[in-house]
């Protein structure tokens, strides 16, 4: 079976989880009841993502694509940079940030080396013009201000657009950092998380472990049924993590 066929069963078995999971059959209550049942604004935020990816990657395929370009400034890589290692995926970084092929069809940042404020600015002056597609970064930016409602990832937005102003090369910096990191040579055949998709750590068992102990009362019934998650994942899906599971078998 080829990684693209590998792939597309691990989106089809995430959906049957989700079904099993929440008792519906049809997808658009599925996906409502179980973002409902995560943690957190942040775990929201994050598996919305993943999911919304994995959606662009499944039509891209149906269409025959060969390639994504997605259309994120260098300010957005660094946020994500850091955002994705505070969420505890500091290893899927090689594949997150720059040009790779994780799933079988490669993804391009071709807009990296230019700043959001760069884009924002070429984007007023051309005509028609094109200012509605550029996206400010996290979507609950505007509920920072609220420390309930706070996320990783709006954190990290209204830092960089602080940054970018003043320091750009702070910047510019991060997604450098970023950009040396490089996947194993045998990613291709290791064993994926079953929400995110992307090749499992082997200190993912370590990470899971010293999690477990914080928080004896909400792990999951049963250990084997977490093993298929990557640390991130773990964290952002705990406390829904063995109802996703329990619909693995």
Request: hydrophobic content about 30%; some cysteine.
């Amino acid at each position: 079976m080829s990684l693209r066929e590998e792939d597309d069963k691990d989106t089809q078995g995430l959906l049957r989880r989700l079904s099993v999971a929440t008792g519906q059959s049809d997808p658009g209550s599925n996906l409502h009841r179980y973002l409902s049942r995560l943690p957190s604004t942040s775990s929201f935020e994050d598996i919305s993502a993943i999911l919304r990816t994995q959606l662009v990657i499944h039509r891209a395929r149906v269409l025959g694509c060969e390639a994504i370009l997605w259309g994120d400034s260098t300010t957005r890589l660094a946020e994500r940079t850091l955002a994705e290692t505070a969420k505890g995926r500091g290893f899927s970084l090689p594949w997150l940030v720059n040009d790779s092929s994780p799933h079988g069809i490669e993804l391009i940042y071709p807009l990296r080396d230019l700043l959001r404020k760069e884009l924002a600015l070429f984007t007023s002056v051309t005509e028609p013009s094109l200012e509605r597609y550029i996206t400010r970064g996290s979507p609950t930016l505007n509920q920072v201000k609220s420390s309930k409602k706070s996320t990783i990832d709006g954190l990290m937005t209204q830092y960089f657009e602080s940054v970018e102003q003043n320091y750009p090369s702070i910047v510019n910096n991060v997604v450098r950092t970023g950009s040396k990191l490089r996947p194993s040579e045998d990613f291709q055949d290791q064993s994926r998380c079953q929400v995110c998709n992307l090749p499992l750590n082997d200190e993912d068992d370590l990470n899971r472990e010293e999690l477990k102990n914080r928080e004896e009362g909400s792990w999951a019934e049963s250990d084997r049924q977490v093993q298929s998650l990557c640390y991130g994942c773990h964290r952002s899906t705990q406390g829904s993590t063995s109802e996703i599971m329990k619909g693995a078998g």
